[in-house]
């Protein structure tokens, strides 16, 4: 498998930026393998992204940077250039619903998610052995109203400690604190089982049947102070009629969340997910 650059890029929008930043690529002989812009009319930005063959480039990840610089600082841009050796570490979090994370470990086992899996956190301590089969630590921090403080405190002891570039709430059912999110923001990927905004919070496919809706989804999306209302990265529905049951929903919608999931945590870790206030750009 090649190793390449990916190199990310917001910007206010105006002329000559693709041809700069591609230009700068080819002086450098670098082969763009794969490339994706977007102008948001709207609100006048600009989104880039592009792959590039690292053998193609005569310099380290460091000194494109350092000569990509310039050209950032001229265009106003937010940017990242990653090398794509260096795999990403992701923190899984959940509590007694498995799904999610039995899709998420199988996907991770057979290549179809790049990253490394530091540890598993739980509230509760029932996937432990699903997760050390897997050769990967889990620690479980219960979680009560009155330990709550000291709980998150040790959350992010850990998530600090396994260097972490990214955490995902796999069915996680405790809502995180302000400061945890503030850190992490942009970080923190969560699964909600409702095609949000409606049915946000509790039992929403509950919410869904006693609704009788003829269409039930999940929502990835990522984490912020405000519950249920983070940027959404991507979503997906499964029909539904009159002849199913609340279980039935459920049922249903398990499969939508695993799914779902695992198609926001791959464009994430592949820097296709751009964030622009509460909106995403994904160049999917």
């Known amino acids: 498998m090649s190793d390449y650059y990916r190199l990310v890029v917001s910007c206010p929008d105006q002329v ?29 930005r600009f989104f880039m992204r592009y792959e590039i063959l690292a053998d193609s480039v005569g310099l380290s990840a460091k000194q494109l940077r350092e000569a990509f610089t310039p050209i950032a600082d001229e265009f106003a841009m ?37 990253c490394e899996i530091p540890c598993v956190i739980s509230n509760h301590d029932d996937l432990r052995a699903l997760v050390e089969w897997h050769g990967i ?24 400690e396994a260097g972490a570039d990214s955490v995902v709430l796999a069915r996680y059912m405790q809502i995180l604190p302000p400061a945890l999110c503030q850190r992490y923001a942009g970080r923190v990927i969560n699964i909600h089982h409702s095609f949000l905004p409606s049915f946000a919070g509790a039992k ?18 990522y984490v912020t102070e405000e519950l249920d209302a983070g ?23 398990r499969d939508v969340e695993k799914a779902v999931l ?23």
């Not at 591609?22 to 948001?40: K, L, M, N, Y």
């Not at 009159?242 to 919608?253: I, M, P, Q, S, Y």
């Not at 198609?263 to 160049?283: A, D, P, Q, S, Y």
């Open 16 to 44: 000559g930026i693709v041809a700069r930043v591609s230009g700068f690529i080819a002086r450098q002989g670098g082969s763009i393998t794969e490339a994706s812009q977007h102008s948001d009319l709207a609100t006048g």
């Open 78 to 114: 937010d940017w990242a250039l990653t090398d794509t050796t260096r795999r990403p570490r992701v923190v899984l979090m959940v509590s007694r619903e498995s799904h999610c994370l039995v899709d998420l470990l199988y996907r991770w086992t057979a290549g179809e998610l790049d």
């Open 137 to 160: 630590p889990y620690h479980q921090v219960p979680v009560t109203p009155n330990t709550k403080p000291q709980a998150f405190a040790e959350v992010e002891r850990l998530v600090e």
């Open 204 to 221: 929403p496919y509950h919410q869904a049947y006693e609704r009788g809706v003829k269409l039930i989804g999940a929502t990835c999306h």
């Open 231 to 253: 940027p959404i990265i991507e979503q997906d529905i499964h029909r539904v009629s009159h002849c199913h049951t609340a279980n039935d929903l459920v049922r249903f919608g």
């Open 262 to 284: 695992a198609r926001g945590l791959r464009w994430h870790l592949e820097g296709r997910v751009l964030i622009h206030g509460n909106k995403t750009v994904v160049f999917a």
